[in-house]
């Protein structure tokens, strides 16, 4: 069964640092979404995207934020300089977009920032 | 604005027992409702979806759940809950021109032997 996926698993870095957070959508999915979630707390929309541009961002989503289609496979979230409270599980979801609703989660990149 | 409200933060039950997770939802019209589960270290598995028609919905590993309109819940339930049913059950309404996801805190599941 395709499945989405995120690299790296776990990522740790200095405070101020940018970090690039990698995701492999289900391949003939149309949107992509980023969501994360704080330890203890609810997850979090991000951001979406489709064809090629962001659809709907949160306010979370500020200016720190970018996300990119580089290729016809892969799905980034670039954060430019990291801040202590970034330290969150991140996840990309999917969707196919031509009928079905449902949007397929990756397993997350834990953050850690420093 | 959507919100939804998971009332129990943790819930344990014996393994064979029932096992029904809580979900109300705030959502200005008929909402498309999903339940994930998560288990350690894993990504958020679709357990089953509601968009439309019949208000019980079954899904996999043997859960189902009921969309009540008239008390905006959308309960989880499972009659014989197993070990392996042990992780954090989120409850998610999505709608919109972008279907994004709002999320419950999550309820987790412990399973005692």
Redesign the interface.
Known sequence: EPE?T?TPSHQVTQMGQEVILRCVPISNHL?F?W?RQILG?????LV?F?NNEI??KSEIFDDQFSVERPDGSNFTLKIRSTKLEDSAMY?C?S?DGTGT????????TRLTVL | AQSVTQPDIHITVSEGASLELRCNYSYGATPYLFWYVQSPGQGLQLLLKYFSGDTLVQGIKGFEAEFKRSQSSFNLRKPSVHWSDAAEYFCAVGRGSNYKLTFGKGTLLTVNP
């Open positions: 989405v995120q949107y979404y969501y707390q609810k997850v979090e929309f979406s489709y659809s709907e996840f979801a969707r609703d449902t949007q397929y989660f990756g397993p997350g």
